[in-house]
């Protein structure tokens, strides 16, 4: 491998590690805010919208989820609400939900699941747990919400992208990284193989 690429890799490297630093800061400073954050009149469409079951081994419920507004930014209050039904009889549950985020980029498995903050745990209003926040800075992020029914607890999850989309550079750099490593590996392997055979030879003669 010449010089120039173990120094494109390097440098590749240290910029990869930048934007994962970044990330990783902005998980660690969001800010959990009361559920009247956010105008209730407001006529915004949801960031996300969906619905997931969760299961237990004595039963299980629908949960319906909606991020407000339909554009979140950095440094701006929005909300979480949080619709939950008993799958058998449809009940509303009338427990408290806690709402947990951490950091959703590509690389957030080099920090665990550990590394997440607690936003609040709030009860039902009107059959509905809402959950304000404030993020100081964009990118990718996952949102839990868990609770628990008859000391069984359920956890739901869905992602959430704040600010502008990840520049093509971030990609980009991220592709080039991967593909430095491939050929380093591969250069390793092929060096390895002529050795072998060179001691092969060797032996031979």
């Given amino acids: 491998m010449t010089r120039t690429m173990i120094r494109i890799s390097c440098a590749t490297l240290v910029a990869v590690l930048s934007l994962l630093a970044a990330d990783f800061a902005a998980a660690h400073h969001i800010l959990g805010r009361p559920s009247y954050s956010l105008n209730e009149d407001s006529n915004t469409p949801p960031a996300v919208q969906g619905e997931a079951e969760a299961v237990g081994l004595y039963g299980g419920f629908v949960v319906t989820y909606m991020v407000y507004p339909a554009f979140p930014r950095p440094g701006e209050p929005g909300r979480v609400n949080v619709y939950i039904k008993n799958h058998n009889d449809k009940a509303p549950y009338q427990g408290t939900v806690t709402f947990k985020i951490r950091d959703g980029s590509q690389f957030?498995?080099?920090?665990?699941?550990?590394?997440?903050?607690?936003?609040?745990?709030?009860?039902?209003?009107?059959?509905?747990?809402?959950q304000g926040f404030v993020f100081p800075d964009e990118g990718e992020y996952i949102i839990s919400a868990s609770f628990e029914d008859g000391g069984q607890p359920y956890n739901v999850e869905f992602p959430l992208?704040?600010?502008?989309?990840?520049?093509?550079?971030?990609?980009?750099?991220?592709?080039?990284?991967?593909?430095?490593?491939f050929t380093l590996v591969q250069r390793r392997r092929s060096m390895t193989g002529k050795m072998r055979s060179l001691h092969a030879d060797g032996g031979n003669a």
């Avoid at 093509?168 to 991220?174: E, H, K, L, N, T």
């Fill in 108 to 130: 957030s498995w080099l920090w665990g699941e550990d590394h997440q903050t607690t936003l609040g745990t709030q009860p039902p209003d009107d059959n509905i747990h809402r």
């Fill in 161 to 181: 992208r704040v600010g502008a989309p990840a520049p093509m550079g971030y990609v980009f750099g991220i592709a080039l990284f991967a593909l430095l490593v």
